[in-house]
């Protein structure tokens, strides 16, 4: 069983930066490759980016490229995501999540293939 818990959501004009922080409790968190995944309004959840177990790898879906980096420090069970240039378009609720199964790119983007979940982080974007 893994714990996640985010933190760093707020509000940001258009342009702006914010930090998103997402703490691990339980297992081991280097066994985990983690993502973090947002779901605007009336939308399904979506993939963000995704980091391996050693944080050597990262995948960003293409719309964030460029002004989100995700990063994680296992040393302290935490990954991060920095968000510059945000948009409007941005605003959602955004979850770290994390699963074991593999590094596949067409695993680590699907959100039925992580098994835990945190509680989610609101992410306003103003005009």
């Known amino acids: 069983q893994v714990q996640l818990v985010e933190s760093g959501g707020g509000l940001a004009q258009a342009g702006g930066s914010l930090r998103l922080s997402c703490a691990a409790s339980?297992?081991?968190?280097?066994?985990?490759?983690m993502g973090w995944f947002r779901q605007a309004p009336g939308k399904e959840r979506e993939f963000v980016v995704a980091?391996?177990?050693?944080?050597?790898?990262?995948y960003y879906t293409d719309s964030v490229k460029g002004r989100f980096t995700i990063s994680r420090d296992n040393a302290k069970n935490t990954v991060f995501l920095q968000m510059n240039s945000l948009k409007p378009e941005d605003t959602a609720v955004y979850y770290c999540?994390?699963?074991?199964?593999?590094?596949?790119?067409?695993?680590?983007?699907?959100?039925?293939?992580?098994?835990?979940w945190g509680q989610g982080t609101q992410v306003t974007v103003s005009s």
């Open positions: 999540a994390g699963q074991r199964r593999s590094w596949n790119i067409g695993i680590v983007t699907t959100v039925a293939n992580y098994d835990y």
């Open positions: 339980g297992r081991t968190f280097s066994d985990y490759v």
């Open positions: 980091i391996s177990r050693s944080g050597s790898y990262t």
